[in-house]
Structure formats: structure tokens, C-alpha cells
């Protein structure tokens, strides 16, 4: 997230000067400038997370539209529960479990089938800086990834992009720590299957 | 051909295999072209994806809307903590005129004097259990008089109780009727 975006949500998040100023003799008020000055601290916590959340919630839709969807109901929901969230560490894994529940929910509530693959153009564009090879690789993988089942994708994604530990992950997904590793042994070998030519090109192009 | 070092794959790259057993795995490494070009090919590709997927970015209407149904909220908090200051002071005010505007003084009926009990008007000393307080009365051939038990219930239990609160009852004089 750039500065200039955190720069913007601390400010919507700043706390309400006119009331407290209005009310300062009060104990009252003196409580709800402590709890505004305790959300805005959240805030900026939270929102150093939006891309994280929204990357995931891209990666289990499939579907730019949903994908904004998600991250919105998930950072709104984020942001009315944070008072619940004892470790501000942890408030990207307490995000995307969130996201993980809302996106379960939405599924159990319109039968979708969660095994939609990322439309192509969802797939961004890699690093401009990179040669068209390494481009075209990284897209190979990208579209390899997203063509994994769901639990494995999942699994891959947060420990492969969001670098979440396998304990992490397993909170996150609502499963075991063995169901994490094997998840994602499977979802390495299946990649590194996938895309041996790949590696074998770029392997023949660095020599 | 692959060996039992060769199934430890998985679990290395995972980083599970403990400090010996990596070594062993790491030494298997040096010999084994297959896992090694496996693990490369594995880091290959970890670093692909990373670097790939965090190219991603939500945009920026995105944040707005967040943003913006935030401060929605925000304000719909301040409002709910404007209007429960606002009751507060309202309901302080209330109290504090009705403390200053007691209206009319109420119709005189019995209560016992609990503010300021009168002084006693009789004290069993003999007996040492009870003392008597006089109370108003709205009756002018009555009087009203509560007896207050001076010691505790256990020894009371332990004298005569009718001894103790026959002269307590004697002080009762008059009729209401």
C-alpha cells in the first residue's frame, strides 16, 4: 500500500475533534477520544492489509467484481469487529480468515461453485521491469495456480504470495496443520509438473 | 531410481524435516540430480509466484468505497454518542429541576421516621436487649413506637422472649379505631 493511500484512510479514520473538543470536561467524551484515538491506530492496521485481502479474495472468486466485493464486506467487517482482534500482528491472517468465512458463506448461500478459474484478464500483468520471457512465465504460473483445486489454491496462495506460516494458514482455512502440508505438497507437485517446460526454458535461457 | 531420501522431498521443502534429518536430506541433495533439480525447480517457482502475485493491488475505488462506508459509520457512531450525551444532559437537567421545584407539598401520612429516628423513649436497661423509638403518628390516642433488638440474634434466642418483649408492648397505648 503506498503512503499516500495510508496517509488517506488515517485521516478518514482520525478521530471526531469537534465532539471532542465540545465535550472535553466530560468523562464521557474523555472515553470516546480514547476509544477514537485506539480505532484509528486499528485502522491504519487494518487497512496496510487491503491488497493482502483483496490478492486472496481475487484468487478464490476468480472475479474482479466479487474479488472488490469481498475485500469491501471484509475490511467493513474487519473494521466493526476490531475490537476483537487482541494482536494487532496478527490482523492480516484475522482478515483473510475473515474473508475465507464470508466468501464460505457466500457460496453455501448461492450454491456457486467455488471452482470458477480467474477470468484471463484478472491475471495481472507482471512486473513491467521483467523481460517478455520472465513475463510470460510468471503469467504460466499464475494461470497454473489459479487452475489448482480450491483448497490446494488457497493453501499455495496465502503460504507462496502471502507468506503466512502453515500455522497461520491453518487458522486461516479452518483446517488442520497436516491438511495444510499435504495440500500443499500436492499443489507443489502438480505446479512443478505443470510447468517443468516452463523452468526448462527459463533454465535454457540463463544459459 | 529413487530411494527413501528421495520421499523426504515434500517435507523438506515444506522446511518439516528436523536439523538431522535436513542434513541428511541436504547431503542426499549433492547426490541425487533429481531431488536437486526438483528443489530448484520448486524455488524457481515459489519466487515466480511471489514476485507475480504481489504485483496485484486492490484499486483504488476500492479503498474509497471502504473508506467511505467507514467514515459512514464513524458518523453514524458520533451521532448514537451525540444523542447519548445529548440524553445524559437532559436527564441531568431533569434531575436537577426537579430536586429545585418540589411542588406541592404532599398530603401528611404515616411513615415511619427513618431520616431522623426520634430519640428513644424507652430503654430496657434490666433486660439490656431492646431499645424504643418513638415514631409519628397520625392518630392522636395512638402512639407508634418501633423496638429495635439490641443484641444478637443468637443470644436473644437464648432468653425468654416473652420477658424482653412483654414491657416493649406495654409501651403501645391508645386505639386506632
Redesign the interface.
Known amino acids: ?1 503506498t503512503s499516500a ?1 495510508l496517509k ?2 488515517y485521516l ?2 482520525a478521530p ?1 475533534s469537534e ?1 471532542a473538543a465540545r ?1 472535553s470536561a ?1 468523562a ?2 474523555k472515553r ?1 477520544a480514547t476509544d477514537q484515538a485506539v480505532d484509528t491506530q486499528l ?1 491504519a492496521t487494518l ?1 496496510a492489509h ?2 493482502s ?3 486472496y479474495a ?1 484468487r478464490i472468486t476468480g472475479n474482479v467484481e466479487q474479488a ?1 466485493e469481498l ?2 464486506e471484509t ?2 467487517r474487519g ?2 469487529n476490531r475490537r476483537s482482534l487482541k494482536d494487532p500482528t496478527v490482523a492480516k491472517s484475522w482478515l483473510l480468515r475473515i474473508a475465507t468465512n464470508l466468501w464460505t458463506d457466500e457460496i453455501r448461500r448461492s450454491q456457486r461453485r467455488p471452482h470458477q478459474l480467474i477470468e484471463p484478464s484478472t491475471i ?4 513491467p521491469k521483467s523481460t517478455p520471457e520472465q513475463q510470460e ?3 504460466q ?2 494461470a497454473a ?1 489459479d487452475q489448482l483445486p480450491p483448497r490446494q489454491r488457497q493453501v ?2 496465502l503460504i ?2 502471502e ?1 503466512l506460516s ?1 500455522a497461520e494458514v491453518a487458522k486461516v482455512l479452518a483446517i488442520t496443520a497436516a491438511a495444510v ?1 499435504a495440500n ?2 500436492a499443489a ?2 502438480t ?2 509438473t505443470q ?2 517446460d516452463v ?1 526448462k526454458e ?1 533454465q535454457g535461457n540463463k544459459t | 531410481m529413487k530411494n527413501h531420501e528421495c520421499e523426504q522431498l ?1 517435507a523438506y ?2 522446511d ?1 524435516l528436523n536439523d538431522t534429518t535436513a542434513a541428511d536430506f541436504l547431503a542426499h541433495l549433492e547426490v541425487c540430480a533429481s531431488c536437486r533439480a ?1 528443489a530448484d ?2 524455488a ?3 519466487q ?13 475505488d ?2 474509497w ?3 467511505d ?3 459512514h ?2 458518523r453514524k457512531q ?1 451521532r448514537m ?2 444523542m ?2 445529548l440524553l ?1 444532559a437532559a436527564s441531568l437537567l431533569l434531575a436537577v429541576g426537579l430536586r429545585r421545584d418540589p411542588g406541592p407539598t404532599p398530603a401528611p401520612k404515616f411513615e415511619a421516621n427513618r431520616q431522623s429516628p426520634a430519640a428513644p423513649v424507652a430503654t430496657f436497661t434490666g433486660a439490656e436487649d431492646v431499645i424504643v423509638i418513638q415514631h409519628e403518628s397520625p392518630y392522636p390516642n395512638v402512639t407508634i413506637v418501633q423496638v429495635y433488638p439490641t443484641v444478637d440474634a443468637s443470644r436473644r434466642r437464648e432468653r425468654n422472649s416473652e420477658r424482653i418483649l412483654l414491657p416493649a408492648t406495654n409501651i403501645l397505648r391508645g386505639d386506632a379505631s
Not at chain 1, 495481472?124 to 512486473?127: L, R
Not at chain 2, 515466480?48 to 484499486?59: E, K, V
Request: proline share 3%; charged share 25%; net charge positive.
Open positions: 500500500m493511500r488517506r484512510l478518514v479514520a471526531g465532539l465535550d466530560t464521557f467524551s470516546v485502522d487497512a487491503v491488497d485481502v483483496y490478492r481475487l472488490e475485500t469491501q475490511m467493513l473494521w466493526r495481472p500483468n507482471p512486473n512465465s510468471a503469467r504460473a499464475l495456480l499455495m496462495h507462496t504470495i507468506q502453515h502440508k500443499l505438497a507443489r507437485k505446479l512443478r510447468l517443468k523452468y527459463h | 515434500e521443502l515444506a518439516e526438483e525447480q520448486q524457481w517457482l515459489d515466480l509466484l511471489h514476485d507475480a502475485g504481489t504485483i496485484t493491488t486492490a484499486a483504488p476500492v479503498l468505497e471502504v473508506e462506508q467507514i467514515s459509520a464513524r458520533r454518542y451525540g447519548s450525551t445524559a
